[in-house]
């Protein structure tokens, strides 16, 4: 292994999202040396996608607010599924966070007496959310890669980490390539923070970026790392279906707020049908549940939608507005709004479940190894509010920072394991020019699309069992899956190989935890389960690594005896 | 649905040539869509750079018909229609392969400029007319188009003496803000070579967030640097305050 590139540090962190560039800063501030992997160019990461705010109690607009009710509404939000002192660390800390933001350079938008301005959100009973413009995610990545590149911390770009590497059971390091060149690289940690974000890009029509293939559930899984709430992927009920450019892109609820009206192939206002009193204004779990049936029963749009129409509204009224969709439509859709109807359906939004953590360190169940962001599990429960991911990242990207660094001082540079790296290049190099035939650019297509008709928005036994037995044969071809290309450079064909087994890891863990979960709660909806049940309401579903097979387990959700209190009495309040 | 003819550029730092493919296009297709049917049918090692495909991340850049854009934001149909389309790699910067260039040297610019250095020990308070301000800067994607067709970079190569519209930009955001305390007029001059800059205004035209590169931020910075260096009264001062 002499010829390969070793570099070793105290932290590494992979990921260069908010919650990998958070953890990367405080590991750097507690004295680590510490490295930043990502798979992309510093600052592109899918939190750029993030809109809306960042959630914080300041209490700015709303003297009222307080961690409490951010706590409550975190936690009625998440179906009671949560782990209740993630929900607590994040309410309680998150304002200071976001003052830190500011003292790093990060602008946001005023009040009049010139502090940070709160806007309101879905689910947050006062106006919580810190912005700017609609750009927020865009200002906290920019802010903190600032921050970061001030901190002493290396950065490796558009570098993919396949392997983590284990010295008896204690994570101790990884193995990658470099994008631009193919050649392969070592790590070699004190201890290491995953922090990849979600696998949006398991389904079709999807608002993630290439990016997202659930790396860090699979490089934790293949670690050994337990799993939690894998079933609960939220989606939202309105997203772009056509053209092909914007599939999935997010069409705002302020549409049916406006008074847009949703209507089938025939032209029937189908909301009459599914909830005759507020119609297009239901939940939405609820129109998203009407429209899935809508396409499902052959009444959809001709590109798998159903038609949201405005167009029965004054022109002047859906321009000021909705003057955004306006311009969405009419820029990429070619659609006038205000003349035609639009074509909408669910898209794929964002992973609660993940890896499962120490609520105050971040580590998983593998010694040396920790999560944060989109790929640890537990804040969110069965559903998570907007403007809750942003203010998530840094709470508990910094406490996992820290305690990876915390955990890995005074460790001197781990021995790596030749034979493991052996494999892990093994295993890359087959993918370029072994004897396999199977060509991931289909095997991708096929899975997106096993997941995207079976383990939607809407499941039932029969849809969720196919697919399980679906996902088990192509994980089966994925092992003999090879680039059309031998090339190392740059080669995307090659890339999608190993991202393509991850995805398969979620996936199966997805659909499997789906399975299981008998009720319907929050982001997960079983046709063949529609209520809460009891037991449900008590567990979530742990995904362990049993050999090479998988093991779930429902396990009792984490609580807090102190928060009790404030738990049953919003559970009351809910009830009158 | 109709035929498209595009004509990529394959290749690497050893050279390249423009390849064509045909793809149906279906109505309202960009040109990144085009760009990744033709991986995933028929040039499935093409190397291509894209992420949000939303236009809020700045991955996707490309000079397309020899103008520089993001693939994800440009339509097929916007384009001429009898025509091939051409899409190659940035020419401000070194080809890795195919449409990817190496974009190192911008991090590296970065890593140059001292970072926000607040007052201490004093109210954060800023008021909307500041946020907006540097806003304008601050919704900068780093696409880089603005540093590949400044022709101080793109024709005349000068990377070592000159800092490029994008950090001009972002060395306007952090002068513009209310609480810093550092100065780089400096570093903006003898570094960031400032002055090469003479105004033809090419990076604005080809800002996808439609930032007025040079009006709000390049032109200010020049005032500014004249009003602290050149003006007779504060170069005097400046003198005394150093014996």
Not at chain 1, 10 to 19: L, M, P, Y
Not at chain 1, 83 to 94: D, G, S
Not at chain 2, 25 to 38: H, R, Y
Request: charged share 25%.
């Amino acid at each position: 292994m002499a010829s390969i590139e070793r570099h070793d540090y105290d932290v590494v962190v992979i990921g260069a999202g908010g919650a990998g560039l958070r953890a990367a800063i405080a590991a750097a501030e507690e004295g680590a040396r510490t490295a930043l992997v990502c798979k992309s160019l510093l600052g592109k990461a899918h939190t750029v996608m993030a809109e809306g705010g960042v959630a914080a109690a300041l209490g700015n607009v709303a003297p009222d607010d307080n961690w409490r009710v951010h706590f409550q509404d975190t936690m009625f939000g998440g179906k009671y599924l949560n782990n209740w002192h993630m929900a607590e660390l994040h309410a309680k800390e998150a304002p200071d966070r976001v003052r830190e933001l500011e003292q790093w350079g990060g602008v946001f938008d005023r009040t009049p007496d010139r502090k940070m301005s709160q806007r309101a959100f879905g689910g947050h009973t006062h106006r919580r959310l810190v912005h700017i413009g609609d750009r927020t995610g865009l200002e906290l990545l920019r802010t903190l890669q600032d921050k970061a590149v001030h901190s002493g911390i290396d950065v490796f770009m558009e570098c993919t980490i396949t392997r983590l590497l284990k010295e008896g059971e204690r994570v101790c390091g990884a193995v990658g390539y470099r994008r631009a060149d193919g050649n392969f690289v070592t790590f070699g940690s004190g201890a290491l923070v995953l922090a990849t974000g979600g696998a949006g890009k398991c389904w079709r029509i999807t608002s993630n970026s290439w990016e997202c293939t659930g790396d860090g559930y699979g490089l934790a899984f293949g670690a050994g790392a337990d799993l939690i709430d894998m079933e609960f992927v939220q989606f939202h009920p309105t997203g772009m279906v056509w053209p092909p450019g914007v599939v999935g892109l997010l069409v705002t609820e302020a549409v049916r707020g406006e008074g847009g009206i949703l209507r089938n192939s025939t032209g029937e206002r189908f909301m009459e049908r599914y909830d005759p009193k507020r119609l297009e204004l239901s939940t939405r779990d609820v129109v998203a549940r009407a429209i899935f049936t809508e396409v499902k029963e052959g009444r959809g749009s001709p590109h798998g939608g159903v038609f949201l129409d405005v167009s029965h509204l004054p022109a002047d009224t859906v321009r000021r507005k909705l003057p955004s969709m306006y311009d969405q439509f009419m820029e990429l859709a070619g659609v006038d709004i205000t003349r035609g109807p639009m074509e909408v359906g669910p898209t794929c939004h964002y992973f609660m479940g993940g890896i499962r953590v120490n609520a105050e360190t971040g580590a998983s169940s593998v010694p040396g190894l920790f999560a944060t962001g989109e790929c640890s599990g537990g804040m969110n429960g069965a559903n998570r509010l907007g403007g809750n991911s942003l203010s998530d990242l840094l709470v508990f990207g910094r406490r996992a920072g820290q305690g990876a660094a915390h955990d890995a001082a005074d460790r001197g540079a781990p021995q790596l394991d030749d034979a493991q790296i052996e494999d892990a290049i093994g295993e890359m190099t087959r993918y370029r020019s072994g004897p396999g035939t199977e060509d991931p650019y289909a095997l991708h297509a096929e899975l997106q699309a096993t997941m995207q008709s079976d383990v939607g928005i809407f499941r039932d036994e029969a849809g969720l069992s196919d697919a399980v037995e679906h996902l088990d044969g192509l994980a089966r071809r994925a092992a003999s899956v090879r680039a059309a290309v031998a090339k190392r450079e740059y080669n995307p064909g090659w890339h999608l190989c190993r991202d393509l087994q991850n995805m398969l890891i979620v996936s199966r863990a997805v659909a499997r935890a789906a399975l299981l979960r008998h009720e319907s709660r929050g982001a997960h909806s079983r046709l063949d389960f529609p209520a809460y049940d009891d037991y449900w309401s008590e567990h979530n579903v742990v995904v362990c690594k049993d050999g090479d097979g998988v093991r779930l387990e429902p396990q009792p959700v984490p609580k807090t005896r102190d928060l009790i209190p404030l738990v049953e009495q919003r559970k009351e309040a809910e009830r009158t | 649905m109709s035929t498209r003819t595009l004509q990529l550029w394959r290749g690497d730092a050893s050279g390249g040539e423009l390849v064509g493919y045909e793809i149906e296009a279906e109505t309202g297709m960009v040109v990144l869509d085009a760009v990744l049917a033709i991986q995933r049918s028929q040039a499935k090692d093409l190397a291509v750079r894209w992420n949000c495909k939303a236009a809020k991340c700045g991955s996707c850049s490309a000079e397309i018909n020899g103008r520089p854009r993001l693939m994800c934001k440009t339509r097929l149909d916007h384009l001429p229609e009898h025509e091939p389309i051409t899409v190659e790699p940035l020419k401000a910067f070194p080809v890795i392969r195919d449409l990817v260039t190496d974009v190192s040297w911008n991090y590296e610019v970065n890593k140059r400029i001292p970072p926000f250095t607040p007052r201490r020990d004093v109210e954060w308070s800023i008021g909307q007319d500041d946020v907006d301000r540097m806003s304008e800067f601050r919704k900068c994607i780093e696409c880089f188009l603005c540093q590949d067709v400044c022709h101080i970079l793109r024709d005349h190569h000068l990377h070592q003496s000159y800092f490029g519209p994008r950090f001009l930009v972002r060395i306007a955001s952090l002068e513009m803000h209310p609480l810093d305390t550092a100065d780089r007029t400096g570093l903006v001059t003898d570094e960031g070579g400032l002055g090469l800059c003479n105004i033809t205004k090419c990076c604005s035209e080809v800002c996808p967030e439609s930032i007025h590169i040079t009006d709000n931020a390049i032109i200010p910075l020049k005032e500014r640097v004249v009003d602290r260096r050149y003006d007779p009264l504060i170069k005097l001062l400046r003198r005394r305050r150093r014996r």
